[in-house]
């Protein structure tokens, strides 16, 4: 099946004609939700299959459940779950705790995302925490440690992994450096190559094996003098010294680090070699302007890597969703935490 190369964002919890009418126009990879879009769960259940009803029933559903501050699903419907930072705390006192923990967080995060119809999750950040990273990222980072950041990454994507969830590492190839929000403003780091692969890129690269990752957008200076998402050198960097093989996703483009009209946006990520375009905005009827101007992609190549992915976890690994109920509950109550 062909498909644009595009992720969009839907305007609120419910569909009118002209929202389907547009997005069956752009035939989109994939649909990102937000707040913006759930009431409960019983709501967000049939606006699923509404979606895959009205569009295609094979459309990938995408969303951030990192846990933490940044959860789209929350009580009472849902779990809280520990943030990044909290298990990379437990990791001080106990390695094993940690590790564990951060993999029943994924599989359970996944076993809930699973039961909606959602197979795609944006996380976890694999960033690299600094003692001036900007607060908006700080407790969405596990450490300030690569390799711990890499085990805590790994644990809880192979917990995704047996409830056949597929992640989206982020922010590549690395944002822990920036002192700015690049929700408002483009940072600029400066920090030279051989500092960024011994440091920051590290977690990319241990985990370069993982289906999709999503960029930073950051200007890194001593590679390029424009934001990542837009940077040729760049992306050939997180291909030939990262070696990351899987496809890469902006952030959202309508960021405030980002410049440009919708079509300049979407075509300097492409061209930069982005394999797909984030736009959480909903306001789609813009793309429909260039739409014949968009290359388009078979999703049928696509899905099959994806598929490998999630049919790759060993059969050792399988535990009953109960028994890591009782195991993740276990460990918050070892540490006294209460979400």
């Not at 951060?102 to 795609?120: A, F, H, P």
């Not at 959480?280 to 598929?307: H, M, Q, T």
């Amino acid at each position: 099946m062909i498909c644009t190369p595009l992720v969009l964002g839907l305007k609120s919890n419910d569909f009118n004609k002209k929202e389907i009418d547009i997005i069956n126009k752009i035939m989109p990879f994939g649909l990102i939700l937000f707040s913006r879009n759930i009431v409960n769960k019983k709501q967000l259940k049939n606006y699923i299959r509404d979606i895959k009803s009205e569009i295609n029933s094979d459309i990938h559903i995408l969303i951030d459940q990192e846990g933490g501050p940044v959860q789209r699903l929350r009580p009472p419907d849902w779990r809280n779950y520990p943030s990044f930072k909290l298990l990379g705390d437990i990791y001080n006192s106990s390695e094993e705790d940690s590790v564990r923990l951060s993999y029943c967080t994924g599989r359970l995060i996944s076993d809930e995302l699973s039961d909606l119809g959602i197979d795609i999750n944006c996380s976890p950040c694999i960033d690299v925490r600094k003692n001036y990273t900007n607060n908006f990222l700080v407790n969405r980072i596990f450490s300030n440690e690569p390799e711990v950041i890499s085990k805590l990454g790994s644990s809880m994507i192979n917990g995704f992994r047996v409830g056949g969830t597929i992640p989206i590492l982020k922010h590549i190839p690395g944002h822990g450096r920036s002192l700015l929000d690049s929700h408002k403003i483009l940072p600029e780091v400066e920090a030279k190559i051989p500092d960024l692969l011994v440091d920051d890129f590290v977690p990319f690269n241990m985990l370069n094996t993982i289906p999709m990752a999503m960029t930073a957008h950051i200007t890194y200076s001593s590679i390029d003098n424009i934001p990542a998402t837009f940077s040729k050198k760049v992306i050939k960097l997180i291909r030939e010294s990262i070696k990351f093989k899987g496809l890469i996703i902006t952030d959202d483009i309508n960021m405030g680090a980002l410049k440009g009209s919708l079509e300049e946006k979407v075509f300097n990520s492409l061209n930069a070699g982005c394999d797909l375009v984030l736009d959480c905005s909903s306001d789609n009827e813009g793309f429909l302007k260039f739409l014949s101007k968009i290359p388009k992609v078979d999703r049928s190549i696509i899905d099959k890597a994806l598929y490998n992915f999630k049919i790759s976890q060993k059969d050792e690994d399988f535990e009953t969703i109960d028994e890591v109920i009782n195991e993740y509950y276990s460990i918050l109550h070892k540490y006294k935490i209460i979400l």
